[in-house]
């Protein structure tokens, strides 16, 4: 069964910085695009940053110069450094997996990320 397991969130003060982690199935994580996304309350789901199974970067406008997505192809593990917390990257965190040619799309259980201010 494919799964995607997060860990990291947590509570931290502004300025402050958490990492968090994605472990996947070695069969969709070496193909497949992998991203976080989050979700404020009251909010739709937003993208934060996506990697290319080449390493391939993208990030929301929001994040850049203070988020870093990264993967480890030995671990199976995408992570997310965030730096310079804002109150407003407060939110639940997924990752996802997106298969290059759309044959599948899956989410982790989300992870709890608050800034206090």
């Known amino acids: 069964q494919v799964q995607l397991v997060e860990s990291g969130g947590g509570l931290v003060q502004t300025g402050g910085s958490l990492r968090l982690s994605c472990a996947a199935s070695?069969?969709?994580?070496?193909?497949?695009?992998m991203g976080w996304y989050r979700q404020a309350p009251g909010k739709e789901r937003e993208l934060v940053a996506t990697?290319?199974?080449?390493?391939?970067?993208n990030y929301a406008d929001s994040v850049k110069g203070r988020f870093t997505i990264s993967r480890d192809n030995a671990k199976n593990t995408v992570y997310l450094q965030m730096n310079s917390l804002k109150p407003e990257d407060t939110g639940v965190y997924y990752c996802n997996s997106k298969h290059p040619a759309g044959l599948s799309d899956i989410w982790g259980q989300g992870t709890q990320v608050t800034v206090s201010s």
């Open positions: 070695i069969r969709i994580f070496r193909i497949n695009v």
């Open positions: 990697i290319t199974s080449a390493g391939s970067t």
